[in-house]
T-cell receptor, first 112, second 115 residues
């Protein structure tokens, strides 16, 4: 079935702390996993992505890990800043279907 | 490069009417996908077009349709509007070719309100 579970739905952290958001997918054929950040009233923006042949990818304070066996992938934000406050969406896709399934989003609040 | 452009930004319609939304992809991008975003539901996939062909479709009623033109611009149409169609409609473009899925880039969306 087509389903991506995303947890938690809301997350509050103190500035400087780390934040972790986890997504679980159901289709073992999925091979592309992007993460989007959507600030209030703005468009979703791609912040990092990972393909199924890689277990981890990092870009400055942001990292994504993928566990294909358990079918879950996680977004890690270190040294959080107030400007990290937004809604984060995970998504999964697989070649040949040209279709992405999105999680329901995590509202991250970074408290100054 | 200019980003993905959606028009109009806001639209107010009444039940039973129909509406057409437009999306111009990033130059060179040939794939256009449409999503419906509502609070608590995230982004729901509507359909994807590439070279004027619909390659996949989500679980939406037939009132939702789309098309793509030879210049890759895309339109989606919703007929017989219902109150539940009120949402932000997002368009995303990607190269659409190459090995594996390519990153999608979103427009600002069209906010549709049904009265």
């Amino acid at each position: 079935g087509e389903n991506v579970e995303q947890h938690p739905s809301t997350l509050s952290v103190q500035e400087g702390d780390s934040a972790v958001i986890k997504c679980t997918y159901s289709d073992s054929a999925s091979n592309y996993f992007p993460w989007y950040k959507q600030e209030l009233g703005k468009r979703p923006q791609l912040i990092i992505d990972i393909r199924s042949n890689v277990g981890e990818k990092k870009d400055q304070r942001i990292a994504v890990t993928l566990n294909k066996t358990a079918k879950h992938f996680s977004l890690h934000i270190t040294e959080t800043q107030p400007e990290d406050s937004a809604v984060y969406f995970c998504a999964e896709g697989w070649s040949g279907t040209y279709k992405y399934i999105f999680g329901t989003g995590t509202r991250l609040k970074v408290l100054a | 490069k200019a980003g993905v452009t959606q028009t109009p930004r806001y639209l107010i319609k009444t039940r039973g009417q129909q509406v057409t939304l437009s999306c111009s992809p990033i130059s060179g991008h040939r794939s256009v996908s449409w999503y419906q975003q509502t609070p608590g539901q995230g982004l729901q996939f509507l359909f994807e077009y590439f070279s004027e062909t619909q390659r996949n479709k989500g679980n939406f009623p037939g009132r939702f349709s789309g098309r793509q033109f030879s210049n890759s611009r895309s339109e989606m149409n919703v007929s017989t509007l219902e109150l539940g169609d009120s949402a932000l409609y997002l368009c995303a473009s990607s190269l659409g070719t190459g090995t594996g899925l390519q990153p999608q880039h979103f427009g600002d969306g069209t906010r549709l309100s049904i009265l």
